[in-house]
């Protein structure tokens, strides 16, 4: 009996390493294709995403005040992506996540006019504000 306990724990040990390295690949392919799509360094950026009752809020911050150049890439992909966003254009964030991306389906069959997003400039970055019915 304790054998068999041990190997279990021992499988669910491994089964949780193997999740651990899986997300970590994620991660990792997320950081690749996002490079292709933001113009920033994804590494000193912080990114911050929260849902609120009708929409959301993308917060994208430099991780150093000081760092004026990222702050003015930051901003200006902000203001680009909402562009997109409001053209009904989501190819960013379908080739950074895939086309299975959960939500892509629904943003890219919404009417004109149907998500409102609006921009502001943050001291050390910007957010996108989503919101909709």
């Known amino acids: 009996m304790k054998r068999l306990a041990f190997l279990l724990l021992a499988a669910l040990a491994s089964a949780a390493t193997l999740a651990a390295d899986a997300d970590a690949q994620r ?3 997320v950081a690749r294709r996002g ?3 933001m113009p920033f360094k994804l590494e000193a950026t912080t990114h911050v995403f929260t849902k609120t009752r009708d929409g959301g809020i993308q917060r994208v911050i ?3 005040r000081a760092y004026r150049e990222q702050i003015k890439l930051v901003r200006a ?3 680009e992506i909402r562009t997109e966003f409001l053209a009904g254009n989501f190819a960013g964030p379908s ?3 895939g086309a ?4 892509l389906a ?3 069959s919404a009417k004109p006019g149907a998500i409102r997003i609006a921009y502001r400039n943050l001291p050390a970055g910007a957010e996108l504000v989503y919101r909709t019915r």
């Open 62 to 64: 430099a991780k150093d």
């Open 95 to 97: 080739h950074i996540h």
């Open 35 to 37: 490079a292709d799509v």
């Open 27 to 29: 991660q990792a392919d």
């Open 106 to 108: 629904e943003l890219q």
């Open 77 to 79: 992909h902000l203001r």
């Open 100 to 103: 299975a991306m959960p939500g």
